[in-house]
């Protein structure tokens, strides 16, 4: 489950946390990175790079359930740079940008 502001989700107190070195270190995240990446055409869904990595649209920080980490309608290929400048400095990149045809 996400987090959705005013929504039903959305926790009063303290918000149950998920730990991303739990959800990066299985298989099960292995495989189903590797064919975001497929399904996104090898393509970083930002700048259109070659793509090296698999990122949350919605952090794992801020997901409520385990399961939620392995939701592919969360997920979207991108490179290693436009990845670092998201997590390092979410208000750089559009956190969610048009599809674009490659």
């Excluded at 009063?12 to 497929?38: C, F, K, N």
């Amino acid at each position: 489950m996400l987090l959705e502001a005013g929504g039903p989700g959305q926790y009063r107190g303290r918000v149950p946390h998920v730990d991303p070195a739990e959800v990066y270190r299985t298989q099960r995240w292995t495989e189903l990175s590797r064919r975001i990446r497929l399904r996104d055409g090898g393509r970083c869904t930002i700048c259109g790079d070659p793509a090296t990595c698999t990122d949350h649209v919605v952090p794992v920080r801020l997901l409520t359930s385990f399961e939620a980490a392995f939701d592919p309608t969360n997920l979207r290929a991108t490179c290693t740079l436009c990845n670092v400048q998201r997590v390092n400095h979410p208000e750089r990149v559009d956190p969610f940008p048009l599809r674009r045809e490659w």
